[in-house]
């Protein structure tokens, strides 16, 4: 593979960049979780906590994986092998596999929002249908399931196959405006419920007291770190696709300002409509903490039924659930895409390979919801995992090094020792984090705590995580010569040749 076609690919504007940039932090997350976290968690209270978790863990890991992405213009086991040393390539293996392993049940969320929105443009979703009945008959249907996983593999394939400027780029222009657009009408039909006002005023007023709560401050801090797409090597993969003056000081507040934006409005179109159409608070609150499926297709898709004008916002509500899947699932493709381009694929015959092994990762997911429930949650735990493995990266390379060097030259707005402060707690919000939902799920099982099949357990996090560590790590030698583009950078250094392309 020659440099001009290992740099031939190339965002065509800035503003087709931060699309693409907020399609992938925007997702399902957003939509799904976001309001029942907020609900649950003392409404305005957990959004000042969270916003101060997003300067903390998200803004300085974007910052990170768009720093060593420009520098390094390779995916992330090239980037790791490059930036950090030959012997920390395993690191950059061990975020794909991860990046992969949500891909692959991804897909099948991607699925539940489409099924759903063909639900609500036939009608299914009128006055007195029976909302549990409907999703246990998608779900315990793997016809279905695998069908409109089919579908959205098919949807994905499309755009990675189409490239940078006509797939990634295209789709973000049109999808990002979209979605933003379906999801302010949502919210302004909620609004005008009567009884909305409790919810906004829930949202968005703070309960002081609240703020000595660590159950508020660890949601806060875990919605964070997996609703932006931080540590995926997303924007590492995205950044490979920089043009030389590319701002990464700034694109790493406006995605997560974006992302930040984009969750607000959705609990906006949730959270009013909840407590508005609720009999009582009591069981608004029980809606919100009835689990992301509980609250989106059966408590909402009731509630979309038995309100004027229900049926149509219910299919702009599933519209921008669809859309939101689709530009977070396109990233997590690319990051897969990238490596194997890397390693000399032409990228139309890796996107086949890829789309064809995400489909065959998926169907347990398809099959089962236990599955599909126990690899969020395994994976969710490896995400942080991956946080970690860039900020030791950056370790390595010198903090302060990294901030001057590589961030700071070509932004408009110079970052100070605030990024500096931020990464080296890395491990400490790490440790609470990770302990708690270990700690967690220690309490969800008291005798079985340590039986890697149950769903949701220590054990079966534990084994899962450190099988795969073991594996990559012995893998390091193999994956580093796998990577055959060109480098711009090794062990931490720029050669030569690459200076004046910086």
Not at 49 to 70: Q, R
Not at 131 to 142: H, K, S, T, V
Not at 159 to 172: F, M, P, S
Not at 434 to 446: D, F, K, M
Request: glycine share 10%; net charge positive; proline share 3%.
């Amino acid at each position: 593979m020659s440099e001009n076609n290992h740099q031939s690919e190339q965002w065509g504007s800035r503003l087709g960049f931060i699309l693409a940039a907020m399609g992938m932090a925007v997702g399902t997350g957003n939509i799904w979780r976001f309001p029942r976290i907020v609900g649950s968690n003392q409404g305005g209270t957990f959004l000042i906590a969270y916003t101060i978790c997003n300067l903390l863990w998200v803004v300085p890991l974007l910052m990170t994986e768009m720093g060593m992405g420009k520098s390094t213009r390779l995916g992330a086991i090239g980037a790791f092998r490059d930036f950090a040393g030959k012997k920390k390539t395993w690191f950059g293996g061990w975020i794909t596999l991860v990046c992969t392993a949500i891909t692959g049940y991804y897909a099948v969320v991607f699925a539940y929002a489409i099924r759903y929105f063909v639900y609500a443009l036939q009608g299914a979703l009128k006055p007195g249908f029976d909302e549990q009945a409907l999703w246990n008959g998608f779900i315990g249907n793997p016809k279905q399931t695998i069908f409109f996983q089919c579908i959205a593999i098919f949807l994905t394939g499309i755009v990675i196959y189409r490239g940078v400027k006509k797939g990634l780029e295209a789709v973000g222009k049109i999808a990002i405006p979209l979605l933003f657009i379906s999801l302010i009408v949502a919210a302004g039909w909620s609004l005008m419920q009567p009884g909305a006002i409790v919810g906004l005023k829930f949202l968005f007023v703070p309960n002081f007291k609240a703020f000595a709560s660590s159950k508020v401050w660890l949601n806060a801090l875990t919605q964070s770190a997996w609703s932006a797409g931080a540590g995926w090597a997303m924007m590492l993969t995205y950044s490979n696709y920089f043009k030389k003056n590319e701002d990464v000081v700034v694109n790493s507040f406006m995605i997560t300002f974006g992302d930040a934006m984009g969750a607000t409005v959705a609990a906006m179109a949730v959270l009013p409509a909840v407590f508005a159409l609720s009999a009582t608070q009591s069981d608004a609150m029980q809606a919100l903490e009835g689990g992301n499926v509980g609250l989106t297709f059966i408590y909402l898709a009731k509630l979309f039924s038995d309100i004027p004008g229900g049926q149509i916002i219910a299919i702009f509500f599933f519209f921008a659930l669809s859309l939101a899947a689709l530009t977070s699932i396109i990233p997590q493709t690319e990051v897969i895409v990238r490596n194997l381009v890397n390693a000399g694929y032409d990228r139309k015959k890796a996107t086949i390979m890829v789309m064809s092994g995400i489909f065959v990762l998926g169907l347990p997911s398809a099959y089962s919801a236990d599955i599909l429930n126990n690899q969020d949650f395994v994976w969710g735990i490896g995400l942080l995992v991956c946080g970690l493995f860039f900020a030791m990266a950056v370790y390595k390379f010198g903090v302060n090094r990294f901030r001057v060097e590589i961030l700071n030259p070509g932004s408009d707005m110079k970052i100070g020792k605030y990024y500096n402060f931020c990464i080296r707690l890395f491990p400490v919000l790490f440790s609470l984090v990770v302990g708690w939902w270990l700690w967690q799920a220690i309490t969800w099982y008291p005798t079985d705590w340590w039986n890697p099949f149950l769903v949701d357990s220590f054990g079966t996090v534990v084994a899962q995580i450190f099988i795969t560590l073991v594996a990559f790590y012995f893998m390091n030698d193999k994956l580093s010569k796998w990577i055959t583009a060109p480098s711009y950078m090794e062990d931490g250094k720029f050669l030569a040749s690459a200076k004046e392309e910086r």
